[in-house]
């Protein structure tokens, strides 16, 4: 298992940006590497994903073509790129890892903390 550290988290208007950042504590090119969020009252969802093919996947509700995931192999890090923010996004944003061919995510980050004021 690797270590997980999010980053990048805050406060920003509604139409704002963000990028979060997830630092690994060793390589992750073996690991599909994927964002989260758990909204106020609600339960985690998942948001993106990147696998360790290097295909990127997206949740299929409002997300997407607003937030962009990449990965790099060489930092050992997974960045969110999150653009034309809504208060709905308002979450706290977590960063997983899933090995190869496993079927779960087993490795998560201690979370960052978005919220996005109207």
């Known amino acids: 298992q690797v270590q997980l550290v999010e980053s990048g988290g805050g406060l920003v208007q509604a139409g704002g940006s963000l990028r979060l950042s997830c630092a690994a504590s060793?390589?992750?090119?073996?690991?599909?590497m994927g964002w989260f969020r758990q909204c106020p009252g609600k339960e985690r969802e998942f948001v993106a994903a990147?696998?360790?093919?290097?295909?990127?996947?997206y949740s299929t509700t409002s997300v997407k073509g607003r937030f962009t995931i990449s990965r790099d192999n060489a930092k050992n890090t997974v960045y969110l790129q999150m653009n034309s923010l809504k208060p709905e996004d308002t979450a706290v944003y977590y960063c997983?890892?899933?090995?190869?061919?496993?079927?779960?995510?087993?490795?998560w980050g201690q979370g960052t903390q978005v919220t996005v004021s109207s």
């Open positions: 060793g390589r992750i090119s073996s690991y599909t």
């Open positions: 990147y696998t360790w093919s290097g295909m990127p996947t």
């Open positions: 997983a890892a899933r090995w190869l061919t496993a079927t779960t995510y087993d490795s």
